[in-house]
């Protein structure tokens, strides 16, 4: 049962540090990220496994790129999950909520809903083929299972490590590809 719970843990903090990672590269904001029996004024009252924590938003210029950063945003914990543990943690949720998305603020029909999002589910999937962006989720899942709250400080602070650090690797490998022709 102990194994279970905590596979569990790491399913659900992989899947809500895949949404925060999605924030970072598509800049948009988050608070913090939080694990465990959780409840939000925004879920009514409904427990959660997980949560990512963002600030109310009074204005926004453009209005449909914010949509469009925001459903990739919410697939990405779907996306994440599967791509880092092979599960589907929390991913009927994000769905409902893409959806609600797409029909109401973009106007699409609900029949062409499906069609729609082909490239966003695609651009989603393709976070998690970054190597920083993976390694950045395998570094933090443990210490979100132990803490049940990261800031996004944290997960900032680790995912511009990783970065610079494949940065430095491609750097080397291209000057070492020079060098060897």
Same mark, same amino acid.
């Given at each position: 049962?102990?194994?279970?719970?905590?596979m @569990?843990?790491?399913? @659900?903090a992989?899947? !809500?540090?895949?949404?925060?990672?999605?924030?970072?590269?598509?800049?948009?904001?988050?608070?913090d990220?939080?694990?465990?029996?959780?409840?939000?004024?925004?879920?009514n009252?409904?427990e959660?496994a997980?949560?990512?924590?963002?600030?109310?938003y009074?204005?926004v210029?453009?209005k449909?790129?914010?949509? =469009?950063? %925001?459903?990739?945003m919410?697939?990405?914990?779907?996306?994440? @999950? =599967?791509?880092?543990?092979?599960?589907?943690?929390?991913v009927e949720?994000? %769905?409902r909520?893409?959806?609600?998305?797409?029909t109401?603020?973009?106007g699409?029909?609900r029949?062409?809903?499906?069609?729609?999002l082909?490239p966003?589910r695609e651009r989603a999937a393709t976070?998690f =083929?970054?190597?920083?962006? !993976?390694n @950045?989720? %395998?570094?933090?899942?443990p210490?979100l299972?132990e803490?049940?709250?990261?800031?996004?400080?944290e997960?900032?602070?680790s995912?511009?490590?990783h970065?610079?650090? %494949?940065? =430095?690797?491609?750097?080397?490998?291209?000057?070492?590809?020079?060098k060897a022709?």
């Open positions: 049962m102990k194994k279970s719970k905590e @569990t843990l790491q399913s @659900t992989c899947h !809500e540090l895949s949404h925060a990672l999605a924030c970072i590269h598509l800049r948009l904001p988050f608070i990220v939080r694990i465990g029996r959780i409840r939000h004024k925004k879920l009252g409904i959660a997980g949560y990512i924590r963002r600030p109310r009074a204005h210029k453009d449909t790129n914010f949509w =469009r950063r %925001e459903i990739v919410a697939l990405a914990g779907g996306a994440g @999950t =599967r791509a880092l543990l092979f599960g589907t943690s929390g949720h994000d %769905e909520q893409v959806r609600e998305i797409v109401k603020h973009l699409v029909s029949d062409r809903v499906d069609s729609f082909v966003f976070l =083929r970054l190597p920083h962006i !993976e @950045t989720v %395998e570094e933090l899942i210490a299972v803490e049940r709250k990261l800031t996004a400080h997960i900032r602070a995912y511009q490590k970065k610079a650090f %494949e940065m =430095r690797i491609r750097r080397f490998l291209k000057s070492a590809a020079a022709a």
